[in-house]
C-alpha cells in the first residue's frame, strides 16, 4: 500500500510549483494594489501628480483576485477558518473522516466556481465594460471567480490525496 503512496507523492514538485505561481500572483497583484492606491491618494493632493479615473476600479478587480485566488493558497496550507476545539476528544479516524468530507464540500463549491462564475464572466461580464474606462469589458471583473475555482480544485485533490493517506498509513503520512 505504501508502494502506491510513494509513487504518487513524486507529483508533489508540481503541487509546489502551482503554490508558488498562484502565491506569486497575489504578490504582484498586491504591489499593483498599493502602487495605484498610492499614486491615486497622492494625486489628489499633489498637483503634478495624476490621479487617474480608473485606478478605483482597477484596484477594486486586483483585490477581487487576490482575495480568491489567496483562499485558495489557504487550502494548500490547511490554513483556513475551521472549528478544532473538539478536535482533540474525537477519535482520530473520525477527524480524518470530518476532514475528507469538509475537504469534498469543498471541492464542490470550487466546481460551482468554475462553472458558474464562468457563466457569469462569459455572458454577464462581457456584456458590460467598466465605467471609467469603457474599451475593457467587465469580463475581467468576473473572472477571478472561475480562476480560484482551478487553483482551488488542484489544491482540494492535494488535501484529499493527503487525507485519505494519513487514513492509510496512520498518523502523521502526509509529510
Known amino acids: 500500500m505504501a508502494g502506491i503512496f510513494e509513487k504518487i507523492d513524486k507529483i508533489k514538485p508540481v ?3 502551482i503554490y ?3 502565491l506569486l500572483v497575489c504578490k504582484l497583484l498586491l504591489i499593483a494594489d498599493i502602487l495605484i492606491t498610492t499614486m491615486a491618494v497622492i494625486g489628489r493632493y499633489v498637483p503634478f501628480v495624476p490621479d487617474p479615473s ?3 476600479e482597477v484596484v477594486l ?3 477581487s483576485y487576490m482575495a480568491v485566488l489567496s483562499a485558495a493558497l489557504a487550502i494548500r496550507k490547511g490554513s483556513h477558518i475551521r472549528m478544532t476545539a473538539f478536535d482533540r476528544y474525537l477519535p482520530e ?3 480524518i473522516f470530518l476532514d475528507i468530507l469538509a475537504d469534498f464540500l469543498v471541492l464542490v463549491l ?3 466556481m468554475i462553472v ?3 457563466q ?3 455572458k454577464l461580464g462581457s456584456k458590460g465594460t467598466y465605467v471609467s474606462m469603457p474599451w475593457l469589458s467587465r469580463f475581467w471583473m468576473y473572472a477571478p471567480v472561475p480562476l480560484a475555482g482551478v487553483f482551488m480544485v488542484i489544491f482540494e485533490i492535494e488535501a484529499l490525496y493527503n487525507h485519505v493517506k494519513r487514513l492509510c498509513l496512520g498518523k502523521g503520512a502526509n509529510a
Open 15 to 17: 503541487y509546489d510549483v
Open 20 to 22: 508558488k505561481v498562484d
Open 54 to 56: 480608473w485606478s478605483e
Open 61 to 63: 478587480t486586483l483585490m
Open 93 to 95: 479516524k473520525l477527524l
Open 110 to 112: 470550487a466546481v460551482v
Open 116 to 118: 458558474v462564475g464562468w
Open 120 to 122: 457569469y464572466a462569459s
